[in-house]
């Protein structure tokens, strides 16, 4: 079987490395002359909106999937012609507008924090008055890691902040006072059935995610697998998607979906007796779902902007070196390590392990 991947990031390699022990074959189209995927696969070089490019991938593959939301919902829906592809081009574009994302959730009875939608600066200063502050304005799509998106903690910050993010469609939403952020991974195949890893907990900085360790027996698993199933349904779903929530005096709150494998289950690599990239190949293949239990304890810990020495990175123990092949820059995701130990304190220790060697 050949798989089409829209995008030939970091995410498009591990989905090839876990696809090639299936006997899958994978052609990435992606416009980076450097796409770290690229040397697993086939690259097709252009623009996601290339069509005569599209239909070439179409041509040549038995399905299509992507790896990352800034995808246009057009895309997919061009290539759904002439190839199946999952996710849905309907998931997609939900999952990829904060507006619509937060309007889903809504609806299906999921809480989040108060939002609204923003066109203008007025629309800004009248949501402001309503919502109140400290809130974060983001950009509707494309922002990630932090990008695309601002505190607004007294009035001045409010003034001009549309025209700032580039006046274009935003959401404003409430700050939420939580104690915890975490993510739920799920997996739904073609036939509908829905698979779960644990609940993780996620530590960001400069909202960009740096540590995820995968909780035991978390009370709010139940609460959120309620909450994702609800969406994977809504949207007949197929393939991995992750759901991040705010911790709320003992509740959850939705913060945002992304229709893919994500960051924060980079720990079932090794963690899980099948990891999330193997799982969503095997939804989009039409393939029995693997298990999603967890192998003992583990953690992720992400490189940014460079990778530590190798060398003395392999040389923890527990310590598992995934380099995504890319150059290294100021801000972006390079590596990740995986920790799997038998205990929780044991995992602790080597987390500070790798964290010393990071900021060495």
Known sequence: MKIGVIGGGQLGRMLALAGTPLGMNFAFLDPAPDACAAPLGEHLRADYGDQDHLRQLADEVDLVTFEFESVPAETVAFLSQF???YPSADALRIARDRLFE????RDLGIPTPAFADILS????????ASIGLPAVLKTRTLGYDGKGQKVLRTAADVVDTFAELGSVPCLLEGFVPFTGEVSLIAVRGRDGETRFYPLVHNTHDSG????SVASDAHPLQALAEDYVGRVLDKLDYVGVMAFEFFEVDGGLKANEIAPRVHNSGHWTIEGAECSQFENHLRAVAGLPLGSTAKVGESAMLNFIGEVPDVARTVAIDDCHLHHYGKAFKVGRKVGHATLRCHDMPSLRAKIAEVEALIAG
Do not use: M, N, T
């Open 121 to 128: 600066q007025a629309d800004l200063d009248a949501a402001v």
């Open 208 to 211: 960009i995610l740096r540590l």
């Open 83 to 85: 190839v199946p592809v």
């Open 102 to 105: 937060k309007s889903l959730f």
